[in-house]
């Protein structure tokens, strides 16, 4: 079994920059480095998030927001389905006007009988 490569992240960054530069093609870099293309374009990716002693692309910082802002949407809309859930079902009640928070636990020693569909 064939060990892996390890490639250096000055090389890794001397690389990209070569490319990004224009004096070489990536079929020249692939060819000299022994690299194929799907591991010059990671690293190609990589140097745009930053992860190369490098400063970030504006792009793949806003990129990396709107990931973070996406998984939040659906963290958020999932806690919102199970609150809705827990309200229909007896579980929670909806906050009075003057709770200042949002939900409150039913504390009543009657527990709701039944399934899910009562």
Do not use: C
């Not at 990589?46 to 504006?58: C, L, V």
């Not at 990931?67 to 929670?92: D, Y």
């Amino acid at each position: 079994m064939k060990q892996r490569r390890k490639f250096s992240v000055e090389l890794k960054r001397q690389v990209i920059e070569e490319l990004l530069s224009g004096l070489t093609t990536s079929a020249q870099l692939m060819r000299r480095h022994d690299i194929s293309s799907g591991l010059l374009y990671h690293w190609k990716e990589q140097y745009a998030r930053g992860r190369f002693n490098n400063e970030p692309s504006k792009e793949a910082t806003l990129e990396d927001r709107v990931r973070q802002l996406e998984q939040l949407v659906g963290r958020l809309t999932l806690e919102n389905e199970f609150i809705k859930i827990a309200v229909q079902r007896g579980l929670l009640s909806p906050p009075k006007q003057s709770d200042g928070s949002l939900l409150s636990i039913v504390t009543s020693s009657k527990a709701p009988k039944g399934g899910a569909g009562s």
